[in-house]
RNA sequence: GGAGGCGUCGCCUAGUCCGGUCUAUGGCGCCCGCCUGCUAAGCGGGUUUGGGUCAACAGCCCAUCGCGGGUUCAAAUCCCGCCGCCUCCGCCA
């Protein structure tokens, strides 16, 4: 949820925000007069109350007649009070909805536009040349079968496309890349975490993944539950509904935990391998802090992104993400992309979003600083989706002989393996 | 899944049976001040959260006793539903 006094106040900025992503504004007049009519309630409501209560007051010490008009007039003036308490009730509802609706603000240098008006921020590391060494590269698919360790045909046969087992070296890859990821982050301080994957709808609709975006959000039947697509969810709501002491922000969380996402309007796309499925395991930074080091803290989010690609040996670009394709929370999102061989591109592997206060503002999470309790910022970002790094990995550090060179990094996280051998034809 | 208990303004706690005197008691912690070689103790005051009004983080008003509804002129207190925690039984990694 937006700042309701930014929207009172300057109306006109929160236009343009919605302008900037492609979006009208007709939901900024809705939720203003959705405002206006909230507050003449509810000092319609506290008017009518005072006077009840005051007279309510008198009663225990009115003895016969007076007491008998008194109970009358207490009576008429509480069925008033009832009407206005509901009518204030139902305003503050539509109120909530019409608030709700807005997405984020989106930050005064996000770029404006839809999907393909991100602005390339850096290039880091150059795409290899298969053509110069001679060979033709094998695509993650390929690798991970003649490696035993990618099994996407028993993932199907088990559970429907976009599902996959890892085996072998795969398994172990995947394992590894957790605890290089979460070493990482405790080095750099972050507190790890290990979230649960199934959360109530609170924490799903407090993070924005109820609206628009509820089409890629797995519902457990018949109970009031839902798969996270990502541990933003778990992690945003962990303080949901508290009051944080300002002097420990900011409060950084490393949490690993299954993503679910059912894709849902993607049937076609990345049909071939594990760049898109519909499960995998995700370590994900979570930060709550003050609104105004946020901009400071996404930076931050980035460089530790950065120094895990980095370790990894990956060729990548870092996107400033267009204010259209933002996504109902954030204000501002960087993308790590990394360059895979077979496609010719680069692919999303990380991202990172500063929301500002449109979480905490809907999940209720303050901080209590010297000049008063505010809602704080809360910024996710990537430090490591397994399939597709693992995508990346193997790809970019393939052999002409199908074997796979892992990076310097990840070694002692492998038993001391340098090299992952072909195991199948 | 079955049975029972519990949820009070940071923490602990009184109040709930029997509705109004609750403007929610007391202790601890914390903050401000006084006193004081220093510190501690002592003394006085303050200390939920949200909203409104206001020049004002002075005062005043409304809401808030887990959440939501109901009964009533009036609900922390009575009734119903939900959530959470605890104990026991069953099942189980």
């Known amino acids: 949820m937006i700042d309701p006094r930014i929207l009172r106040e300057q109306p006109d900025r929160v236009r343009a925000a919605q302008a900037k992503r492609g ?54 003036l509480s069925a008033e009070v009832k009407a206005a308490e509901a009518t204030q009730g139902e305003a503050e509802a539509a109120w909530q909805a019409a608030m709700m609706a807005i997405p984020n603000v989106a930050h005064d240098q996000a770029p404006a536009g839809g999907e393909d008006d991100f602005v390339v921020l850096e290039t880091i590391g150059t795409p290899r040349d298969f053509t110069a060494e001679g060979f033709e590269p094998r695509d993650h698919v390929e690798l991970g079968r003649i490696l035993g360790a990618i099994d996407i045909e028993r993932g199907a046969k ?147 992104e950065k120094e895990f690609l980095d370790k990894l040996d990956l060729a990548y670009r870092v996107i400033d993400v267009a204010a259209g394709d933002l996504g109902l929370s954030a204000a501002r999102k960087f993308d790590c992309e990394a360059w895979i061989p077979t496609q010719g591109r680069y692919r999303e592997l990380t991202s990172t979003s500063n929301c500002t206060e449109f979480q905490s503002r809907r999940l209720d999470i303050r901080g209590r600083f010297p000049d008063g309790t505010r809602p704080v910022a809360t910024l996710n970002g990537t430090l490591c989706a397994m399939t597709r790094t693992i995508v990346a990995i193997l790809e970019t550090h393939q052999n002409a002989d199908g074997s796979v060179t892992l990076p310097q990094a990840l070694r002692p996280y492998m038993g001391g393996i340098e090299v992952l051998k072909p195991v199948h034809e």
């Open 23 to 76: 979006l009208s504004d007709a939901v900024v007049d809705e939720a203003l007069a959705a405002d206006e009519r909230r507050r003449q309630a509810i000092a319609d409501f506290e008017t009518r109350r005072a006077e009840q209560k005051a007279l309510s007051k008198q009663i225990p010490q009115a003895q016969g007649e007076e007491k008998q008009q008194l109970l009358e007039r207490t009576k008429a």
């Open 158 to 304: 088990v559970s429907g496309s976009r599902f996959y087992f890892l085996t072998g070296v795969g398994a172990q890859l995947e394992l590894a890349l957790v605890n290089l990821a979460m070493d990482q982050a405790r080095d750099a301080g972050f507190t790890q975490v290990i979230a649960p994957s199934l959360v109530r709808p609170r924490a799903m609709e407090g993070t924005g993944f109820l609206g628009q975006a509820a089409d890629d959000v797995y519902r457990i039947e018949g109970e009031d539950l839902y798969l996270v697509g990502t541990s933003e969810v778990p992690m945003a709501a962990y303080h949901s509904d508290e009051i944080l002491d300002a002097s420990a922000l900011p409060l950084r969380y490393a949490a690993f935990s299954p993503c679910f996402r059912k894709e849902a309007g993607s049937h076609g796309k990345d049909t071939r391998g594990i760049i898109r499925v519909h499960w995998f395991d995700k370590v994900e930074m979570f930060v709550f802090t003050t609104t105004e080091d946020s901009d400071a803290e996404h930076r931050r989010l980035l460089e530790w």
